[in-house]
């Protein structure tokens, strides 16, 4: 099973006794890892405040990474962005990724046959990180995107990347971060959740209504390796007009199990 690397945030408990950790390098990470849900640009100040740095500490930090190109300084307003070797070190991951490229062809023919959007995604700590985003004609830009964290209680891949867990292991997981929602019928209930994660791992796929976006669905299974470790999850998700529940389980959830199986076997 590929190991794939925590977020900063799951880094913060690290043991300090760990010889090897190098406090320094979480700290320089912290200020890119503060980007995670700026919309636009920030400053020194907006930097320090959300990593918890000293400003000098974190002028430090933000000079070195806007020299190395990781981000960028308008020099009008003094605010910071990310810059394009960001996205150039995810090229390096997706391109190298020996799941990603014996999913890819497969989740292509999948969106081409059904023409919707087609996604794959991995657990990180409680999260869930879309690796592959292949979009309908419907989604936005940044629907599209590949790289997206999401809490992984919250729509269909998500939750399959749930049930290897025990659900003990779930329920902690639940009360440490409470859900919150994103749609007036997003489940949010811990106990109504983790019903509807062990509902999945029974069935071996999940189905999800208007949890994150209005008006959509979503259906997903676990790929697996030869030796039956679950590696990620891949979904397709619709417009809720076009696919009620029956539809999703009579047309779209045989296809997901289908190419789950070619991309075991490739």
């Known amino acids: 099973m590929t190991t794939r690397p925590p977020s900063v945030a799951d880094t913060a408990a690290v043991d ?14 912290r200020v890119l890892d503060a980007f995670r849900d700026a919309s636009d640009s920030l400053g020194l100040t907006d930097i320090a405040s959300i990593t918890g740095l ?6 430090r930090f933000i000079h070195t990474w806007e020299r190395m190109g990781y981000l960028i300084k308008d020099p009008a307003s003094r605010r910071y962005r ?15 990724d020996r799941l990603v490229s014996m999913a890819a062809p497969h989740l292509v023919a999948l969106r081409d046959r059904c023409g919707l959007a087609v996604h794959m995604s991995v657990l990180a700590g409680t999260d869930m990180i879309y690796l592959l985003r292949l979009p ?5 830009l940044a629907e599209m995107l590949p790289g997206r964290r999401m809490p992984a209680w919250c729509n269909s891949g998500g939750r399959m990347l749930l049930t290897p867990q025990d659900d003990d292991a779930i329920r902690q997981a639940l009360l440490r971060a409470p859900p919150r929602a994103f749609t007036p ?6 106990d109504a959740l983790l019903a509807l994660i062990r509902q999945a791992r029974e069935d071996g ?13 979503g259906a997903a299974v676990l790929v697996r390796d030869a030796r039956d ?30 190419t789950a199986q070619a991309i075991q076997d490739a």
């Open 136 to 140: 309908s004609r419907q989604l936005t």
């Open 54 to 59: 000293g400003k000098s500490a974190a002028q």
């Open 185 to 190: 019928r997003t489940v949010v209930n811990p």
């Open 229 to 258: 470790v679950p590696l990620a999850a891949i979904s397709v998700r619709a417009p809720r007009h076009d696919y009620p529940t029956d539809r999703l389980l009579s047309d779209i959830v045989p296809q997901l199990f289908r």
């Open 205 to 217: 796929y999940a189905l999800t209504e208007d949890q994150v976006l209005q008006n959509q669905v």
């Open 82 to 96: 990310l810059g394009p070797r960001v996205v150039e070190l995810g090229y390096f991951f997706l391109r190298s």
């Open 16 to 29: 300090s006794d760990d010889p090897l950790f190098v406090a320094s390098l979480e700290k320089g990470m």
